[in-house]
């Protein structure tokens, strides 16, 4: 715990993020500035990894970022930022925060790794899979800090919050340095982000840890990431986004059925 920035966490400070999660709208969420000490922020800035080090690289119709949860490839404050994120202190901080009890991470690749995109990277809107697919436990919380310094208004890659029927944007959250953004993952919290533009040198970054419960009788089914078209996007894009995303979802709660199972 001590890259997290403590003083930010005392009781009156964290009855008072309890208070913003809950009145946020479009749904339960947080946004926390300078989360880390500014030390550490600045060295986890200065050894961000090259994109080319990351495991994963997406680039598809709805998704261009690389993602990686390789820990050992990275300079090990990245797993010492893991490791404050994932411990038992900081996920008593989050239950208190959003009023979850027994929040946990895990310490495979859906609990936590690192985001990249460089020019043009782009994240669709999307829910996020509510089911470890693996361990069968309940996906609640996101948690993403960004470590973006001198980022300029027209490069984008503000984090969208959409509506629960995808037909407003509600707010638009910017990735400055050292700002964590926490919200509850459920089956509207549409979010994503639209297609950066930045110079050749620069790219999108942020850390991130995501916060289970034990399955709850009262969850919906299994069902992986669901993306859905904006309003504005193409006709093409809102042709083959649920086309796609119904064929995948379908066959991997097939797959699931039979004991198959994949990240």
């Not at 310094?149 to 490069?155: I, L, Q, R, V």
């Not at 037909?167 to 089956?187: G, H, M, Q, W, Y």
């Amino acid at each position: 715990m001590n890259l997290i920035n403590s003083s930010l966490f005392t009781h009156e400070g964290i009855s008072k993020m309890r208070e913003e999660f809950n009145s946020a709208k479009p749904y339960r969420h947080l946004v926390i500035d300078n989360i880390l000490t500014s030390e550490i922020a600045d060295q986890i800035y200065n050894a961000f990894p090259k994109e080319e080090v990351f495991n994963k690289r997406y680039k598809g119709v709805n998704e261009f970022k690389a993602e990686g949860s390789n820990f050992e490839d990275f300079p090990a404050v990245f797993s010492q930022l893991k490791e404050a994120f994932h411990s038992a202190e900081w996920c008593k901080i989050m239950s208190d925060i959003t009023g979850i009890d027994e929040l946990f991470s895990v310490p495979d690749a859906l609990g936590g790794g690192l985001h990249q995109g460089g020019n043009g990277s782009f994240l669709d809107i999307h829910i996020d899979f509510n089911i470890h697919a693996d361990r069968g436990i309940h996906r609640r919380i996101n948690l993403l800090v960004f470590f973006n310094k001198d980022w300029k208004e027209e490069y984008g890659g503000h984090t969208e919050l959409w509506n629960a029927d995808m037909s407003n944007l509600d707010k638009k959250v910017f990735p400055a340095f050292n700002r964590c953004l926490i919200f509850e993952t459920n089956e509207i919290s549409y979010h994503g982000y639209a297609a950066i533009s930045v110079p050749e040198n620069v790219t999108r970054k942020s850390f991130y840890a995501y916060y289970y419960t034990q399955l709850r009788e009262d969850a919906v089914k299994y069902h992986d990431t669901v993306f859905k078209a904006r309003p504005t996007d193409s006709a093409v894009k809102k042709t083959l986004t649920p086309i796609k995303e119904g064929a995948k979802n379908f066959i991997k709660r097939q797959l699931r059925n039979l004991g198959i199972t994949f990240k």
